[in-house]
């Protein structure tokens, strides 16, 4: 609204400014005057363009503010609704929803093709009419174009790079969402969704950064390059006046002139504002393209995990755990058969179970009902006699931790990561840390490494490999120390004679306070003390 009131003096700059040279140049003979009031003007007219200028970069700033206050309510309520907030962000809900209607984007453009073929015709009548009253005056009105063209041009490669960033930032960002979403069990498990939300902010201040640079070329270079045409209008009235008063044009002729040539920056314009949206919109439409390949079926069901984030509760203690029991425990994805039913199974601290089952029998969507991270659709899951649904999130996950074969690293060092969300692991001694690091085998990895702990650690752990990043999460859940510790596939990439040291090895240190669940598709590692359990057809056998 501010900015629109700023463009009222450019609308009547040329009324004001034939009245002042009309009755003061004209009609008095005062061809002195030509020049103070041609300064004045041009004065005033830069002062009103600097206003207006500096109220866009501000409505920009403004606009980008609320922009990243609307995604930073959908980033907080990502627990509850991914998929809507990854359609959102990946293009713009208005955007979305025009290119999603197979009629809507040729409609449209057929409108502006229509609107093109149009002013194109009028420039060339009016060009010919300009030339026909007067050709030096036509010349001066003329002289703005290739300046315009020129600049528009520019402007226009320019975007199209910072367009590109876009896309790679738009990539980036869905890139980190998808590690959010198919990390979910870790994050989770770990208490990581601050850290995952200042990680994905992190780069979408990067995009922000460069989206505002787009604007300022859209919304201020590319209407200061369409303002040289007022410009030109004041030159044309001055040089006009002048004519008059020394008779080489009549007063009939410069008026027939100006009517014709005001017609001229509106066509100009049109044109200048086709070119730029459309070059906007087939960039917005590659984007779209380009970012929206993870559509809602391609998103693995375990990232669905998401939409049931624990309730709030106000149980904040369940003294030392003692057992976890499942008692009548089912689960079924939406729209498919059930997977287990009727599951009794009381698990007392200390013991250590592999889990066995064909693929697709349930083995880890059990272990995350047990866990919390999925709601049974019947039954219940106890952690000693609470049921774990009432309890606070943070206690569960600090005595039950499910670890899968994929897991959250965010950006910061290894010691950030391994740390992060459990307070004892923030008091463990240098000590204590490299008797862990010994069982685990990253010892050989942190003395490798030049800066070791504190070696950088890149969004996903890109800079690492699988094994490497299984075993620094043994290390993370080593740390936490909890009374419940789920192992799905987690030493898949790990040889398997290290995978057998380094499991014997968790077991022997953690004793009785611990007990271990793991999933483990072919060795059987055999450990000592270790019970099979066997899901089949939906039941647990040997339990």
């Not at 692991?425 to 862990?436: A, D, R, V």
Request: with cysteine; net charge positive; glycine share 6%.
């Amino acid at each position: 609204m501010i900015i629109q009131l700023c463009l009222v003096p450019f609308s009547v700059f040329d009324i004001v400014l034939v009245k002042i040279i009309t009755d003061k140049v004209i009609t008095e003979r005062r061809i002195d005057l030509l020049f103070p009031i041609a300064i004045i003007f041009c004065g005033v007219m830069l002062i009103v363009l600097c206003i207006e200028m500096w109220l866009q970069y501000r409505a920009i700033c403004l606009g980008q503010f609320w922009d990243g206050t609307i995604k930073d309510r959908f980033l907080r309520s990502i627990l509850h609704k991914p998929l809507e907030f990854f359609q959102r962000f990946s293009a713009g809900e208005i955007l979305y929803r025009v290119l999603n209607d197979s009629a809507a984007l040729p409609s449209y453009m057929t409108q502006m093709r229509w609107s093109f073929i149009v002013n194109l015709f009028s420039m060339i009548v009016v060009i010919a009419l300009m030339f026909y009253l007067d050709i030096s005056l036509s010349l001066l009105v003329l002289a703005a174009i290739p300046v315009q063209v020129w600049g528009l041009s520019k402007v226009g490669r320019k975007c199209r790079k910072i367009y590109e960033n876009l896309k790679l930032c738009d990539q980036r960002l869905l890139g980190n969402l998808d590690n959010i979403t198919t990390c979910a069990e870790s994050l989770k498990a770990f208490s990581l969704e601050n850290q995952a939300r200042h990680d994905w902010f992190s780069d979408y201040r990067i995009r922000l950064r460069v989206e505002r640079r787009l604007l300022v070329f859209q919304r201020l270079v590319t209407p200061l390059l369409l303002k040289i045409n007022t410009i030109m209008a004041i030159v044309v009235i001055c040089y006009g006046a002048y004519c008059i008063v020394t008779g080489i044009l009549s007063m009939g002729t410069f008026i027939a002139f100006l009517i014709v040539a005001a017609r001229f920056p509106d066509i100009v314009q049109f044109l200048a504002n086709y070119h730029v949206g459309l070059q906007d919109i087939i960039m917005c439409c590659r984007r779209v393209r380009a970012t929206w390949q993870a559509l809602e079926h391609n998103i693995r069901p375990e990232a669905r995990l998401l939409s049931k984030p624990f309730p709030v509760s106000c149980l904040s203690r369940v003294g030392n755990p003692k057992y976890l029991r499942f008692s009548k425990v089912g689960y079924a994805y939406s729209g498919d058969k059930q997977i287990f039913q009727d599951i009794d199974w009381e698990v007392p601290v200390g013991r250590v179970y592999r889990l066995q089952g064909q693929n697709g029998s349930g083995k880890s969507t059990l272990l995350k009902v047990g866990a919390g991270l999925l709601t049974p659709k019947t039954g219940q899951v106890f952690l000693n006699e609470f049921n774990i649904r009432e309890i606070k999130s943070d206690v569960v996950r600090r005595n039950v931790i499910y670890l899968s074969s994929e897991n959250y690293w965010f950006k910061g060092t290894i010691r950030a990561n391994i740390y992060y969300g459990f307070g004892n692991g923030c008091y463990s001694s240098q000590k204590h840390l490299e008797e862990l690091t010994k069982i685990t085998g990253t010892n050989h990895l942190i003395e490798k490494l030049p800066r070791g702990f504190d070696t950088p650690v890149s969004t996903g752990g890109e800079n690492f490999s699988s094994g490497e990043k299984q075993r620094l999460s043994l290390l993370r859940v080593l740390l936490a120390e909890p009374a419940f510790m789920f192992l799905d596939e987690s030493l898949t990439s790990i040889h398997s004679d290290d995978a057998a040291r380094i499991l014997s090895e968790m077991i022997r240190y953690l004793g009785r306070d611990t007990t271990v669940i793991y999933v483990h598709h072919g060795v059987n590692f055999n450990l000592p003390q270790q019970k099979d359990i066997q899901l089949h057809t939906g039941a647990l056998l040997n339990a």
